[in-house]
């Protein structure tokens, strides 16, 4: 059984740094990739990056590009590291796993833009941005 558990969340001011951890549990961490996803108050649930450790493939919402990097230091945790954060910010979020067979940024973009499509979800991490 596949789990994914979210943390590092916390709040921090505008301008300030967070770092999340995703553990993975029960896949190979090669042969999928690790989505991160947030759902801000009364907003629908948004893809932030995907990742493939395998191919190094990588793909960053443009609302976070430049601010978030996205990283894997072994098999079981991937994580999001969250600079010059803002207001705008302000998010539970979460992490899934989806299939990555084959290197495919075109898919990886799709699936982390499509966050309606995953089924299973974890607990998530909140991040409080104050301004």
């Known amino acids: 059984e596949v789990h994914l558990v979210e943390s590092g969340g916390g709040l921090v001011q505008a301008g300030g740094s967070l770092r999340l951890s995703c553990a993975v549990d029960?896949?190979?961490?090669?042969?999928?990739?690790i989505g991160w996803f947030r759902q801000a108050p009364g907003k629908e649930r948004e893809g932030v990056s995907g990742?493939?450790?395998?191919?190094?493939?990588i793909y960053y919402a443009d609302s976070v590009k430049g601010r978030f990097t996205v990283s894997s230091d072994n098999s079981k945790t991937v994580y999001l590291q969250m600079n010059n954060l803002g207001p705008e910010d302000t998010a539970v979020y979460y992490c899934?796993?989806?299939?990555?067979?084959?290197?495919?940024?075109?898919?990886?973009?799709?699936?982390?833009?499509?966050?309606?499509?995953?089924?299973?979800w974890g607990q998530g991490t909140q991040v409080t941005v104050s301004s």
């Open positions: 899934a796993a989806g299939p990555y067979p084959k290197k495919d940024p075109v898919l990886l973009q799709l699936w982390v833009s499509s966050p309606s499509l995953i089924k299973s």
């Open positions: 029960g896949l190979t961490l090669g042969d999928y990739a």
């Open positions: 990742f493939s450790s395998r191919d190094g493939d």
